[in-house]
């Protein structure tokens, strides 16, 4: 047990929709990341937040948001869903966001399904 | 920009066979680089990192040793178990720019048979 929460761990939904994942980092940690693992791009870095403020931008679409809270949980919202966007999406945690250790720990991750 | 290589897989082993995953990368400055196991239906753990060339990592029977003149980062087992099957994921954390987030490699999936 990594000690990052991620909800729902299953989500089936249909194309046009909206839908918020959320990620509880490991306790302490004040970086959050959030990926997308798809068959066809691998793991693909969508955004970092640190303390709640956004650090770093990857792959993220425009229809895709995301925040940290006061109390460091993160949440992903999709909206606009269309077919590709049926993924794994990954949070992971750790304690700085400079990375100085360089270790992330990965929840279990959100399976959404978009038909 | 940063990027990470790695070998198509599946890799498919017998137990107790000596297995080579390549990685290589490519990066500004000096990165740190690390290996990933995934296991099924789990998320990502670290298993073992190096942050300057030369330097061997290991953990579990497997190490990789960063090799800066080859910009490679191999990962080795002498002896895989069926407990070793997963998809493994080499990363690189480029120190030069702002950004702290790894970079992944598209993952190799091994797969040992008793």
């Known amino acids: 047990d990594s000690g990052v929460t991620q909800t729902p761990k299953h989500l089936i939904t249909a194309t046009g929709q909206r839908v918020t994942l959320r990620c509880s980092p490991r306790s302490g940690d004040l970086s959050v990341y959030w990926y997308q693992q798809s068959l066809d791009q691998g793991l693909q870095f969508l955004i970092q937040y640190y303390n709640g403020e956004e650090r770093a931008k990857g792959n993220i679409l425009e229809r895709f948001s995301a925040q940290q809270f006061p109390d460091l949980h993160s949440e992903l919202n999709l909206s606009s869903l269309e077919l590709g966007d049926s993924a794994l999406y990954f949070c992971?945690?750790?304690?700085?966001?400079?990375?100085?250790?360089?270790?992330?720990?990965f929840g279990e991750g959100s399976r959404l399904t978009v038909l | 920009g940063n990027s990470v290589t790695q070998m198509e897989g599946p890799v498919t082993l017998s137990e107790e066979a000596f297995l080579t995953i390549n990685c290589t990368y490519t990066?500004?400055?000096?990165?740190?680089l690390f290996w990933y196991v995934q296991y099924p239906g789990e998320g990502l753990q670290l298993l073992l990192k190096a942050t300057k060339a030369d330097d061997k990592g290991s953990n579990k029977g497997f190490e990789a040793t960063y090799r800066k003149e080859t910009t490679s980062f191999h990962l080795e087992k002498g002896s895989v178990q069926v407990s070793d099957s997963a998809v493994y994921f080499c990363a690189l954390r480029a120190m030069d720019t702002g950004r702290r987030a790894l970079t992944f490699g598209s993952g190799t999936r091994l797969q040992v048979q008793p």
């Open positions: 990066a500004t400055g000096y990165p740190s």
């Open positions: 992971a945690s750790s304690l700085t966001g400079t990375g100085l250790t360089g270790e992330l720990f």
